[in-house]
C-alpha cells in the first residue's frame, strides 16, 4: 500500500510542476509541491513558498523553515517525520499573499488529494492563510492558535507562521505553546 500512495504523491509532485491552472506559474521558477514521509501522521501546511523555495523547489528551506526546524526539534521532531508543504504552490510576485482564487484552485487540484493520500492524523496550520483555506476562517491568530478543532473529519492544530513567530517575541511565546500542546498528543 505504502508504494501505491508514494507512486501518486509522485504524480500528484509531477502535475504540480507543471501546472498553469492559475496565474502564479507565470511569475515562478519552480513550483514547491512538497515533502516527507507517506502515509505521515502529521502534515504541516504554510502560505506559500518564498523566494529560497521558489529557486530550489523545496519547501520551508528558507530562515522559516530553520526556525520551523528549531521549533519542532524543542519537541523531539525533526522534519524528516513530517509532510511539509504550502497553501498555494508557487510563490506568489513579490511575496504577497495568495488571493482567493489561487487558494481556491491549489486546494482543489493538488492539496486535497495529497491530505487524502498521505492521510495524517493532525494537520498543523501556519498562520492565517492557511487557517482560510482550510476552514474557510479568518479570526485573529491570536484569538484562535493552539485550538485544535475538527473539520472534515479531520483534527487540526492552529498556530503562527514561523515567519511572524522570528519578529515578535509574544508570537514565538504562543507558538512555542501551541508545539508544546502538539508534543503532548503525539
Known amino acids: ?73 524543542d519537541i523531539g521532531m525533526t522534519r524528516e517525520q513530517i509532510y511539509i508543504t504550502s497553501s498555494v504552490k508557487c510563490r506568489p510576485p513579490k ?33 492565517k492563510t492557511a487557517l482560510k483555506q482550510m476552514m474557510g476562517i479568518s479570526e485573529s491568530l491570536m484569538d484562535c492558535h493552539g485550538r485544535m478543532p475538527d473539520h472534515d473529519g479531520r483534527k487540526y492544530l492552529v498556530t503562527f507562521h514561523p515567519a511572524a513567530a522570528m519578529r515578535f517575541p509574544k508570537i514565538r511565546q504562543e507558538m512555542e505553546k501551541d508545539f508544546r500542546k502538539l508534543k503532548s498528543l503525539i
Do not use: T, Y
Request: hydrophobic share 35%; with cysteine; net charge positive.
Open 1 to 73: 500500500m505504502k508504494k501505491v500512495i508514494e507512486k501518486e504523491i509522485h504524480s500528484i509532485d509531477e502535475g504540480i510542476k507543471c501546472c498553469i491552472k492559475c496565474r502564479l506559474c507565470e511569475s515562478r521558477k519552480n513550483a514547491v509541491p512538497g515533502e516527507g514521509p507517506v502515509p505521515c501522521d502529521l502534515f504541516i501546511l504554510g502560505e506559500a513558498p518564498g523566494s529560497m523555495e521558489d529557486r530550489l523547489g523545496k519547501p520551508f528551506i528558507g530562515m522559516s523553515g530553520k526556525f520551523l526546524e528549531k521549533m519542532l526539534a
Open 95 to 127: 511575496n504577497r499573499p495568495p488571493k482567493d482564487d489561487e487558494l481556491r484552485i491549489c486546494k482543489e487540484n493538488w492539496l486535497n488529494k495529497q491530505i487524502s493520500l498521505i492521510n495524517p492524523k493532525i494537520i498543523i496550520l501556519l498562520g
